[in-house]
């Protein structure tokens, strides 16, 4: 039997955090180091123009997010790592997928809606400020997605949508365009991970980019224990007992430790540790998982040239699945050499 194939879009904006790492790039290196799968990641940069129109931003989040990757011990032997913008075949496939999605279902879309929703909410035009690229975005994930046959993309919920979209896209141009005993798009399936933490924040709330709460992933030590002291706690003094279930420094220790600094961790608590010291244990705990990790990220990025060749490889052999698969498509449409 074939291997399963699952692909990981990145969105270039933006620097990597704890949040990132543990929900999301963490479990998938770990994920793609089985036999069982074919694990494509990539550099969603189109989608980037969508969010960001700050090009040094754009370029900078996707050399930091290549290089955390690479750092991180992604096996780029084992796995396909390219960046979206190298493969000339996917906004190809995507307007072959325009022509054939529904302007309809687009309008359900999550993100379009939300848009709208908060324009209307202010008494705007519906469609102030929102973009042709946000409002297609589901194509060009679908053609993503299509383009190397994926049958399985691990997503947030809030992706789940979109995955949907583009099962929906593949099976209408296998209708129109394939056999049915040879369909040439393949059905992807989304796959969320319920086990996976989702990191709290400073503040509590989920750390995302969105509210300003993050803690970076690659700090110099003395920002990392900077960042880390400006979890909120509450006002318990030292040798008061404290609730693991309400405190985010116990949520982060959690998502770092093994079963056994876990229990250590409880007891701790319970014999009531103050937080200064459960924030410097904390500290530790989580420098000592990415110190190796962080020293390879800041010689990476002394070498540009190197992440760059290790897009290259990714890229060249990405296109050796995109380049025949588009060239189906084409014969398939109709655009073709004449004989
Ligand atoms: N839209 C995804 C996000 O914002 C990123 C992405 C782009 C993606 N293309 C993809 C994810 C294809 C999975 C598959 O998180």
């Known amino acids: 039997m074939s291997k399963q194939r699952v692909l990981t879009g990145i969105t270039t904006t933006g620097t990597p955090h704890l949040g990132n790492y543990v929900g999301a790039i ?14 494509f990641f990539f550099l969603a940069d189109y989608h980037a123009l969508i969010k960001c129109q700050d090009p040094k931003l754009v370029h900078q989040s996707t050399t930091e997010i290549a290089a955390t990757w690479l750092a991180l011990g992604l096996d780029t032997d ?45 008494n705007e035009d519906a469609d102030k400020a929102i973009t042709m690229g946000l409002f297609s975005y589901p194509v060009l994930m679908a053609a993503d997605i299509l383009m190397f046959g994926a049958n399985k993309v691990p997503v947030g919920k809030d992706q789940i949508q979109h995955v949907e979209m583009a099962r929906d896209m593949a099976q209408r141009f296998n209708h129109i365009y394939s ?70 420094v116990f949520q982060i220790w959690k998502a770092f430790a093994n079963e056994e600094q876990l229990a250590e961790m409880t007891q701790a608590y319970a014999d009531g540790i103050g937080w200064g010291d459960a924030k410097k244990k904390l500290f530790a705990l989580i420098n000592a998982e990415i110190s190796e990790a962080r020293e390879k990220y800041n010689e990476l990025l002394t070498r540009p040239q190197d992440i760059e060749a290790e897009l290259q490889k990714g890229a060249e052999k990405a296109r050796k699945l995109s380049v025949p698969l588009m060239e189906q498509v084409r014969e398939a449409v109709g655009i073709f050499g004449l004989k």
């Open 179 to 248: 056999s049915k005993k040879n369909p040439l798009l393949t059905l992807p399936q989304y796959a969320v991970d319920e086990d996976v933490a989702i990191l709290q924040g400073l503040d509590g709330r989920k750390m995302s980019k969105s509210y300003g709460n993050t803690i970076p992933l690659f700090l110099t030590e003395k920002q990392l224990q900077k960042h880390i002291n400006k979890i909120k706690t509450n006002l318990l003094e030292p040798g008061e007992p404290k609730d693991t279930n309400d405190s985010t």
């Open 78 to 122: 084992k796995t396909m790592f390219y960046r979206q913008s190298d493969i000339r075949e996917i906004p190809e496939l995507t307007w072959m997928l325009n022509c054939i999605c529904a302007k309809g279902l687009m309008n359900r879309a999550h993100a379009y809606k939300g848009a709208v929703d908060a324009n209307l909410a202010e």
């Open 26 to 39: 963490r479990p998938a290196i770990r994920a793609s180091q089985s036999d069982d799968v074919e694990s």
